[in-house]
């Protein structure tokens, strides 16, 4: 097995191998599909606001599963999750298990409601959905708003900066070019084609991503003589590396908790209300559990696969773990499948940065624009005019945010998940769930997630003992429901629960 470890190294190592012509037209392939998708979803997208933010709540059952579960992944799984199984092993498998389990109980038991709510008060984005539950004039608004825009920009340029870097470095361009090709592109497709072109295109990405995750660890394994070869050499490495449960107990409930950050994130809720019968949010929770574990699965076996092959991270370009997966498909993939695995990952990017984008320009020309300073609804082309307006306009920022900020939108990212999650996730389920959750009771959620967010990451006696979603989400959960608990809630909760059970009709 030395042999293998020498020759893998040379070849992973080595300088980096000219981009075959093959490659480039599978990529380039892949960028004129999703362009078409977008061409071809813009009469509809154009309809009004319902339709360009929303799809009009016609989404296909397995579109919505598809593109909820890829929309949350971003590049995180198939950059950050290999490198996460490159340097701790098989341990990585419990950050894959805590948004699966997470997202199939969303599916099952958080989407019908929400999709019933939404649809009988014809709500289209989150804070319409607080503004609705709770009797909101427009504070609640506000600060949703706040918090979602600032999270969504930030995610957003640091989206194109990924894209920008994983462009540069598989065909040889700038950093800036790179971003500059990802930003239109994405703008491209979201301007004309809305929620439904994003939607669509999120479940070609699905595809890309699936078949990249599963196809490179089964052609290295198969190269390296078969799995227990593999695991042979794994074990050499170091024999905790294949064992799941060879991990401290708060670094396995850190990876656990990741999960509670979906049902914070607007861009992956919004998924749910758009579906078009919310029946079928039982099967697309079944195809969405499924590509969630096929494709957490691929990504920590390739993170394996990439250990027993090398034998430090020293041998990765620049010694980073999440240069595993590119570098792997470029010393072992044919061109053309090479080309499909950068598809992918620029897949992985752009599934994350529309959704965000769409959240937020929906949030500026819905939440605060209608709702809030003009107070009457949009002419319907109006609407979509400035909503494609908004949507280049936040292009705009994102790049300059990324090219002058670049360390500072990587760290607000650092925040997104846990900060959205932490203040978002428990104000939304009990506002689904608990008939006694309150306006004030919602403020003072966002606001203990939120702080204790920050207080818990700039703690490093705290941070180094547990993931700081955890103390988080716990704070933003007491403090909805003891304030809830000493002041009055919104008139008709009760009405409105049995709409979101199912017991009246929408």
């Not at 599963?65 to 949350?72: C, E, M, N, P, Y």
């Not at 396995?252 to 078009?276: E, K, Q, T």
Request: hydrophobic share 55%; with cysteine.
């Amino acid at each position: 097995m030395l042999t293998i470890i020498e020759v893998s190294e040379a070849a992973i190592a080595g300088p980096v191998i000219e981009v075959d012509r093959w490659a480039t037209g599978a990529f380039v392939g892949y960028l004129v599909l999703l362009t078409g998708i977008g061409v071809a979803s813009a009469r509809f997208s154009s309809a009004g606001l319902g339709e360009f933010f929303l799809a009009g709540r016609r989404m296909n059952r397995v579109v919505v599963a598809l593109s909820a579960v890829v929309s949350g992944r971003s590049s995180w799984l198939l950059l950050g999750v290999t490198g996460m199984a490159f340097t701790i092993g098989a341990p990585a498998l419990w950050a894959v298990a805590g948004y699966t389990v997470v997202e199939a109980f969303l599916f099952l038991f958080y989407a019908p409601r929400l999709r019933r709510f939404t649809a009988h008060h014809d709500a289209i984005t989150l804070p319409d959905f607080y503004a609705d539950r709770f009797d909101d004039r427009g504070a609640l608004r506000v600060v949703l708003a706040c918090v979602i825009l600032v999270f969504m920009v930030a995610y957003v340029s640091a989206q194109f900066v990924g894209g920008g870097k994983a462009i540069g470095a598989s065909f040889g361009l700038t950093p800036g070019a790179g971003i500059l090709i990802t930003a239109g592109i994405v703008l491209g497709y979201t301007v004309l084609g809305g929620f439904l072109a994003v939607s669509l295109t999120d479940t070609v990405q699905a595809v890309f991503m699936l078949v990249a995750l599963l196809a490179l660890p089964v052609i290295v394994i198969a190269d390296m003589g078969g799995w227990a070869a593999m695991m042979g050499q794994l074990r050499l490495v170091d024999a905790g590396l294949p064992d799941p449960f060879a991990i401290a107990m708060g670094a396995g409930l850190g990876f656990i908790a990741i999960g509670l950050g979906s049902p914070g994130n607007p861009h992956i809720l919004v998924r749910y209300m758009s579906i078009d019968d919310p029946a079928q949010l039982r099967f697309a929770a079944v195809v969405g559990t499924v590509w969630n574990v096929l494709m957490g699965a691929g990504a920590v076996l390739i993170g394996l696969v990439g250990r027993s092959l090398l034998t430090g991270v020293e041998a990765l370009p620049g010694g980073d773990p999440e240069n595993l997966f590119p570098v792997l498909a470029q010393a072992y993939l044919p061109p053309v499948l090479f080309g499909i695995v950068v598809a992918a990952i620029f897949a992985a990017i752009m599934s994350t940065a529309d959704s965000q984008l769409l959240v937020a320009a929906s949030t500026v020309v819905r939440d605060v624009y209608e709702k809030v300073v003009r107070r009457e609804a949009l002419p319907r082309r109006v609407a979509v005019r400035y909503s494609r307006l908004v949507v280049t306009a936040l292009v705009l920022v994102a790049l300059v945010l990324g090219w002058l900020a670049d360390e500072l939108v990587f760290w607000l990212v650092l925040f997104a998940w846990a900060g959205l999650g932490a203040a978002l996730g428990p104000t939304s389920i009990l506002a689904l769930f608990w008939r006694r959750t309150t306006s004030a009771g919602v403020f003072a959620g966002l606001v203990a997630g939120t702080v204790t967010t920050f207080v818990w990451y700039f703690t490093p006696a705290l941070k180094d003992r547990l993931y700081e979603l955890i103390p988080a989400f716990a704070a933003g959960l007491v403090a909805t429901v003891v304030v809830s608990l000493v002041t009055r809630p919104p008139p008709g909760a009760d009405s409105m629960l049995r709409v979101m059970k199912g017991d009246e009709q929408e």
